[in-house]
């Protein structure tokens, strides 16, 4: 049974920093590229970061994030983690964990950041 357990989320003032974690189970994690979406409130789901799981750790990362998020894996551990840096207000929602297995996805239930004075 697939299982993503997102955690770290919480409330920062903008400028600061947080990290995300996502803890995976059920699957052949070191194969598996994973991916972090996040969603507004009143917002559709959008695309964050991806890391693959070639050997380097290949990343890719929504434009508005470019030089403030950083993706990376630890597959000992089964878990993939979001730096954050520099928050923004606009930053502020849910933040999930998706894989993408077998033809199916995959979705944990969300950490909620909050960027807010």
């Known amino acids: 049974q697939v299982q993503l357990v997102e955690s770290g989320g919480g409330l920062v003032q903008p400028g600061g920093s947080l990290r995300l974690s996502c803890s995976a189970s059920?699957?052949?994690?070191?194969?598996?590229?994973m991916y972090w979406y996040r969603q507004a409130p009143g917002k559709g789901r959008e695309f964050v970061a991806r890391?693959?799981?070639?050997?380097?750790?290949?990343?890719k990362y929504e434009d508005s994030v470019k030089g403030r998020f950083a993706a990376s894996r630890d597959n000992a551990k089964q878990t993939v983690y979001l730096e954050m840096n520099s928050l923004k207000p606009e930053d502020t929602a849910v933040y999930f964990c998706?894989?993408?297995?077998?033809?199916?996805?995959?979705w944990g239930k969300g950490t909620l950041v909050t960027v807010s004075s």
């Open positions: 998706n894989a993408f297995i077998n033809g199916m996805d995959y």
């Open positions: 059920g699957f052949i994690f070191s194969t598996s590229t």
């Open positions: 890391i693959s799981n070639s050997g380097d750790g290949t990343t």
